[in-house]
């Protein structure tokens, strides 16, 4: 009979220790606004459960996106599937056993584990939420609008704390769409029953002003238009497909509906949103006439937003190559397993061929306030696109200067073009233009979160961001006074802001994904950075202009290679697309060393091997070390490994122990040592002599001891 033995199920998690996952309660959700708790049964559905893989592991994943932008690698373009990634970098079929059986065991039902298997889906109750994560849910009165949100951080048991980051979100306050203005379209006469789109200093974009302004015409005759690619929407709201076949049919664009992908519970139309969602679908097309545009939509929670539901559905789905999101929040509001789970949502975009393009905001340099109101105005970044591996697009304004007609026709021509070709650009900033405390400029700055990338370490201006990630990267026209039409519940709109530029932006990389064959492109900015480096770059840089706004100053534009309001400035895309392909990125090296190619060790006995792994050129990641022909009563055991390095050349010392034991056969053998990492190996071999006993004197000595210290057989043999 065993006494004093409990045996545990297999997925049996021991909850009497539990961590707090801090930096996870709204800083909204304060005493003062606090109306109490929810009822017990309020339901708290789609819940998000981040899940992290080990460091290891991670470590790879960070090598292989890196290896997969690297034309010198063999990993180059070698894209994965979401169910390729789940397998090698998502959490292990064990964990989300024991993740999911401590979930259900507190009542909540499991709805899905997206195929990348970093997150788990699940929906349950505020008393369900409390029992497992230890917080109340209470409502919240913030200026007129009622809010649910968790209290206090969310806690797990700490036998949980190595596979799960988090619960994505606990509340209902939502990123906001990047949509500055929406004003009706006013009908002209001058033309009979057509509106005139150009009429004095007053103008507005068809996509045929686009096209001339951008560039895009040399593309469009060569036959590149977006045929075969395909560009994937993020929304919250539905839209009506008569309006994109009336804009396209207005703006002499060929007949293209669009598909929605519902993400759960249909949104249907929901005021606001459905002005995003129509803008996006509509201007990613105008810009691809021939791409076929995605809307994935998915209805917003108590607890979770209809965006971070649609953006992992586009991502684990692998739904198209191209992906645009013009919402935004910003990165002190975000809890930290939010700001996780974006940058692991598009690190595994980029290991898919996926690009992600992200509206930087429309708030200026306040990241943090509202565009109409200056109201607690912060600096602050837009944390859905602050993450590196997505491209963050921000707004320029055309500076036509005291003569339009130099830029602009007095009547429109086909497709109501009216542009005459590329118009000087400078950073977008219409704050407070019509008086009041209106932020209306280009979101740029610098990330709290990020440490800046090489990439962008590397151009002229980028050392504003003193070593941190800057936003944003690239920019398109965002200005009102020469604002997107748009064609919504039959009617014509103008509208501006970084919600436009994005969806553009998104719509000139399906051509470039077309002009490589169809194949996604995956991260877009090391690519981007180094054409802004290049002689004869693409880039429009922007000369003048900043993002400062009541209450926070911003930053200004100055002709540099790069600024923090308009990033590396807008393109002209012909140019960008010619020169889009493998760059000249210096191959990664490899080398491995020994201190000593031989080394010896007494039965018993132990000794060390230091040795050397030598990067160079564009090497980055882990290094994982091996050996092979270790003669037999010899063990090895590494210091570390794997190892990570940084990028470029470094010298990474490293100890490798041999242990002899005493039957370990005296004599002389060679084994092998070997190096791995970003798909290179290099090897080193090493001599191993095996020492024995010998008699001195009648004594026992060590073969490489001094006759003068004898030591016994006992002693030796203890």
């Known amino acids: 009979m065993y006494q004093g033995v409990i045996l545990r199920p297999p997925a049996y998690v021991d909850e009497t220790q539990a961590v707090t996952l801090t930096g996870n309660v709204h800083p909204l959700a304060r005493p003062e606004f606090d109306l109490g708790q929810v009822s017990a049964e309020t339901r708290m559905d789609r819940m998000l459960l981040l899940l992290k893989p080990s460091p290891a592991r991670q470590a790879d994943l960070d090598a292989l996106v890196k290896a997969q932008q690297n034309p010198t690698s063999a990993h180059y373009h070698q894209w994965l599937t979401p169910a390729e990634y789940g397998a090698r970098f998502g959490a292990s079929a064990q964990d989300l056993t024991r993740v999911t059986a401590w979930l259900a065991a507190h009542g909540f039902a499991v709805v899905e584990i997206p195929a990348g298997n970093r997150l788990v889906e699940f929906s349950g109750t505020a008393v369900q939420v409390f029992d497992a994560f230890h917080t109340q849910i209470h409502r919240y009165q913030v200026e007129g609008v009622a809010h649910v949100a968790n209290a206090q951080d969310p806690q797990i048991p700490v036998a949980l704390s190595g596979v799960v980051d988090g619960v994505v979100s606990l509340n209902d306050f939502r990123s906001t769409s990047e949509i500055k203005t929406r004003t009706a379209l006013p009908a002209q006469t001058a033309f009979g029953?057509?509106?005139?789109?150009?009429?004095?200093?007053?103008?507005?974009?068809?996509?045929?002003?686009?096209?001339?302004?951008?560039?895009?015409?040399?593309?469009?005759?060569?036959?590149?238009?977006?045929?075969?690619?395909?560009?994937?929407?993020?929304?919250?709201?539905?839209?009506?497909?008569?309006?994109?076949?009336?804009?396209?049919?207005?703006?002499?664009?060929?007949?293209?509906?669009?598909?929605?992908?519902?993400?759960?519970?249909?949104?249907?139309?929901?005021?606001?949103?459905?002005?995003?969602?129509?803008?996006?679908?509509?201007?990613?097309?105008?810009?691809?006439?021939?791409?076929?545009?995605?809307?994935?939509?998915?209805?917003?929670?108590?607890?979770?937003?209809?965006?971070?539901?649609?953006?992992?559905?586009?991502?684990?789905?692998?739904?198209?190559?191209?992906?645009?999101?013009?919402?935004?929040?910003?990165?002190?509001?975000?809890?930290?397993?939010?700001?996780?789970?974006?940058?692991?949502?598009?690190?595994?975009?980029?290991?898919?061929?996926?690009?992600?393009?992200?509206?930087?905001?429309?708030?200026?340099?306040?990241?943090?306030?509202?565009?109409?109101?200056?109201?607690?105005?912060?600096?602050?970044?837009?944390?859905?696109?602050?993450?590196?591996?997505?491209?963050?697009?921000?707004?320029?304004?055309?500076?036509?200067?005291?003569?339009?007609?130099?830029?602009?026709?007095?009547?429109?021509?086909?497709?109501?073009?009216?542009?005459?070709?590329?118009?000087?650009?400078?950073?977008?900033?219409?704050?407070?233009?019509?008086?009041?405390?209106?932020?209306?400029?280009?979101?740029?700055?610098?990330?709290?979160?990020?440490?800046?990338?090489?990439?962008?370490?590397?151009?002229?201006?980028?050392?504003?961001?003193?070593?941190?990630?800057?936003?944003?990267?690239?920019?398109?026209?965002?200005?009102?006074?020469?604002?997107?039409?748009?064609?919504?519940?039959?009617?014509?709109?103008?509208?501006?802001?970084?919600?436009?530029?994005?969806?553009?932006?998104?719509?000139?990389?399906?051509?470039?994904?077309?002009?490589?064959?169809?194949?996604?492109?995956?991260?877009?900015?090391?690519?981007?950075?180094?054409?802004?480096?290049?002689?004869?770059?693409?880039?429009?840089?922007?000369?003048?202009?900043?993002?400062?706004?009541?209450?926070?100053?911003?930053?200004?534009?100055?002709?540099?290679?790069?600024?923090?309001?308009?990033?590396?400035?807008?393109?002209?895309?012909?140019?960008?697309?010619?020169?889009?392909?493998?760059?000249?990125?210096?191959?990664?090296?490899?080398?491995?060393?020994?201190?000593?190619?031989?080394?010896?060790?007494?039965?018993?006995?132990?000794?060390?091997?230091?040795?050397?792994?030598?990067?160079?050129?564009?090497?980055a990641g882990t290094i994982g070390f091996s050996l092979a022909g270790l003669p037999p009563g010899l063990t090895a055991t590494w210091q570390a490994n794997p190892i990570t390095v940084g990028e470029g050349e470094s010298t990474n010392a490293v100890m490798l122990t041999l242990t002899a034991s005493r039957l370990a056969v005296p004599g002389e053998s060679i084994f092998v040592l070997a190096a791995a990492g970003d798909g290179l190996s290099a090897t080193q071999s090493v001599t191993v002599q095996v020492l024995a006993p010998r008699i001195c004197l009648g004594m026992t000595w060590l073969l490489h001891s001094p006759c003068g210290r004898p030591v016994s057989v006992r002693k030796l043999l203890q």
């Open 193 to 619: 029953p057509k509106p005139l789109y150009s009429a004095g200093s007053t103008h507005y974009l068809f996509p045929a002003d686009f096209a001339a302004i951008y560039n895009l015409n040399p593309l469009y005759g060569a036959g590149t238009v977006g045929a075969g690619v395909s560009i994937a929407i993020a929304a919250r709201s539905n839209i009506n497909l008569s309006d994109v076949s009336a804009f396209r049919l207005l703006s002499g664009l060929p007949a293209n509906t669009p598909s929605v992908i519902v993400a759960g519970t249909n949104p249907g139309i929901v005021a606001n949103d459905q002005d995003e969602s129509t803008l996006d679908v509509e201007w990613a097309g105008a810009v691809a006439p021939a791409a076929a545009i995605s809307l994935v939509a998915a209805a917003s929670t108590s607890t979770t937003d209809g965006i971070d539901l649609a953006t992992q559905y586009i991502v684990n789905h692998a739904t198209a190559p191209v992906v645009s999101v013009s919402y935004g929040s910003c990165e002190q509001e975000m809890g930290s397993a939010e700001l996780a789970f974006y940058n692991s949502l598009w690190e595994q975009a980029a290991s898919q061929g996926m690009t992600v393009f992200v509206a930087s905001g429309d708030a200026g340099a306040a990241g943090c306030s509202a565009p109409f109101s200056a109201k607690g105005a912060q600096a602050a970044v837009n944390g859905l696109c602050s993450s590196p591996y997505s491209t963050c697009v921000g707004g320029t304004e055309f500076n036509e200067g005291s003569n339009p007609a130099q830029y602009w026709s007095s009547a429109n021509s086909s497709g109501y073009e009216s542009a005459l070709g590329y118009i000087p650009e400078e950073a977008w900033n219409e704050s407070a233009s019509n008086g009041g405390e209106a932020l209306w400029a280009s979101g740029g700055g610098v990330s709290q979160v990020y440490a800046q990338p090489k990439w962008q370490a590397a151009v002229e201006g980028a050392g504003a961001a003193n070593g941190m990630r800057a936003v944003p990267d690239v920019a398109f026209s965002a200005a009102s006074h020469d604002g997107y039409m748009i064609e919504e519940n039959g009617s014509r709109w103008i509208v501006s802001g970084t919600s436009a530029a994005t969806p553009a932006f998104a719509g000139v990389m399906a051509l470039a994904v077309e002009r490589m064959g169809g194949v996604g492109q995956g991260s877009a900015n090391s690519r981007l950075y180094s054409l802004a480096n290049a002689e004869n770059s693409p880039f429009h840089r922007t000369p003048s202009g900043n993002n400062s706004v009541p209450g926070v100053t911003g930053f200004w534009a100055n002709g540099a290679t790069y600024n923090l309001a308009s990033g590396l400035g807008s393109v002209d895309a012909a140019a960008l697309i010619g020169s889009w392909g493998p760059g000249s990125e210096q191959p990664p090296t490899l080398a491995l060393t020994a201190e000593s190619s031989a080394v010896a060790v007494a039965q018993g006995g132990a000794a060390t091997v230091s040795l050397a792994a030598v990067t160079g050129g564009s090497f």
